[in-house]
């Protein structure tokens, strides 16, 4: 007899559930979460112990969660949670999935086999790697995350504008160089031992969630360890739901995500992306004022055109918008008119973009 999962009306907000992701997720309300963020067990196929060059023990994955008997049953597993991800994802939300080498491949063949459409792929450079005991292999200083949109065409969220801010002004590469989670950060049990062998820092989710969600958006991990997705969820005004089996992870969580605070308003703040800001056609400067029927505005060559009460410029031999009176005077197949022209107060010319800038600030006040 088949038993059907109970779904809720509404998803559970700042809650880790417990139990079984796969029964946990089928559980939750169809399209309700904006972003997932999961980190899946690696299935790193140890044989034994590995120790240092001393015969010290290293503290690596070898707990029960991590362990397959076989590439078909993670296969099979993989398939199962992300169809499950997937269905609770609003029609514009997104996943991003964390691996090594052990299974990233793996997991990134099942996504597409899904239904995701990935986005990109980024390589997080650890800059203090652990380095390779053995002598046998490259030192593994990195792990992989893909991006993924819910369906091919589907609309996402990316803060283009903040994550370029976040890099000084240099738009950001798809090459995180970020440190292990280590010191304060690191959680430690009642032995002083790690908490969990996989702790992602809090500086990676800090970028994945500045990046593509917005404050007030549902994030969901399906493997929520100690609860570093959440912490910074949190900290950055979002939601979030964690889903963890294991008992003690959920507590090291719990009280973890007690003690962060939440960033105030203001804070939570970021550059908006330009593409998503209204529109403002030329037209508009000259019905509000901001330039005059007859004015004159100057190519970066010194050129001239006059503007037109319907927002149009003309020329002596060419008339149009902003944007085809540029690409005419250049010779070229398109202009971005804004930056193109500018216009003379009190002797300086002056870009008309500052013109659209200060009529979308005051729209926004106006609206408010």
Not at 280 to 306: D, M
Request: aromatic fraction near 8%; include cysteine; charge should be positive.
């Amino acid at each position: 007899m088949t038993v059907k999962t109970k779904v809720a009306a509404k998803p559970p907000r700042n809650r880790i559930l417990a139990g079984d992701c796969i029964e946990a997720m089928e559980a939750l309300p169809e399209g309700s979460v904006d972003l997932v963020f999961a980190d899946p067990p690696y299935n790193l196929q140890l044989r034994g112990d590995l120790h240092r060059p001393d015969n010290s023990r290293v503290d690596a994955v070898d707990d029960a969660w991590d362990r397959f008997a076989s590439f078909e049953t993670y296969d099979g597993f993989t398939r199962a949670w992300l169809a499950a991800a997937r269905r609770v994802l609003k029609p514009d939300g997104a996943i991003w999935v964390i691996g090594s080498y052990h299974n990233i491949f793996r997991v990134g063949a099942a996504l597409q086999d899904t239904g995701f459409w990935v986005l990109n792929d980024v390589v997080w450079r650890k800059s203090n790697p652990m380095p390779n005991f053995r002598g046998k292999r490259f030192t593994n200083a990195h792990e992989t995350l893909i991006w993924a949109s819910r369906g091919e065409g589907a609309k996402y969220t990316f803060n283009y504008e903040a994550l370029k801010a976040l890099n000084e002004g240099v738009q950001m590469r798809s090459d995180w160089v970020l440190p292990l989670c280590t010191g304060h950060e690191r959680l430690r049990d009642d032995e002083g031992e790690k908490a969990h062998p996989t702790q992602k820092p809090q500086s990676l989710l800090h970028r994945v969630l500045v990046a593509t969600t917005n404050p007030g958006d549902l994030v969901l991990d399906p493997f929520f360890g100690t609860g570093t997705t959440g912490a910074v969820a949190k900290m950055l005004g979002r939601d979030f739901i964690g889903i963890e089996r294991e008992e003690k992870y959920r507590k090291l969580a719990e009280k973890r995500i007690r003690r962060t605070p939440r960033l105030e308003a203001e804070a939570l703040e970021v550059t908006a992306s330009r593409r998503a800001a209204p529109r403002i056609p030329f037209g508009q400067l000259v019905e509000r004022g901001l330039l005059r029927p007859g004015e004159v505005l100057v190519s970066p060559r010194g050129q001239a055109a006059k503007v037109r009460a319907d927002g149009s410029l003309v020329t002596a031999e060419h008339r149009g918008s902003i944007h085809q009176v540029g690409a005419a005077l250049e010779g070229a197949a398109s202009c971005n008119g804004w930056t193109y022209w500018q216009f003379r107060r009190e002797g300086k010319l002056i870009p008309i973009d500052l013109l659209r800038q200060q009529l979308r600030e005051a729209m926004g006040r106006e609206a408010g």
